[in-house]
Nanobody, 115 residues
């Protein structure tokens, strides 16, 4: 099993920044595609950013140029640097690990953006 624990969320003003972290268990982290998703109240969960085992990244159009996903395999950790935050970025942010038989999810970390 893979366990994921997110941290780093909080309350920030519009234009502010946060660094979200996701710590994963296991010894095969380096092989996983990792992603960050978010879900706002009343909304569907959406992909924000993803990073492959080789370091290739992709982002939702709404966050391009503002968010950066990265990974540190030696620490079994994936990060999401979120800059220039907008009120519409407010959501619970979830870490995801892609596996052949099952996707693993963390508990989420709340990002709140005040205007």
């Amino acid at each position: 099993q893979v366990q994921l624990v997110e941290s780093g969320g909080g309350l920030v003003q519009a234009g502010g920044s946060l660094r979200l972290s996701c710590a994963a268990s296991g010894s095969l982290f380096r092989l996983y595609t990792m992603g960050w998703y978010r879900q706002a109240p009343g909304k569907q969960r959406e992909l924000v950013a993803a990073i492959t085992s080789g370091g290739s990244t992709n982002y939702a159009d709404s966050v391009k140029g503002r968010f950066t996903i990265s990974r540190e395999n030696a620490k079994n950790t994936v990060y999401l640097q979120v800059n220039s935050l907008k009120p519409e970025d407010a959501a619970v942010y979830y870490c995801n690990a892609k596996r052949p038989l099952h996707d693993y999810w963390g508990q989420g970390t709340q990002v709140t953006v005040s205007s």
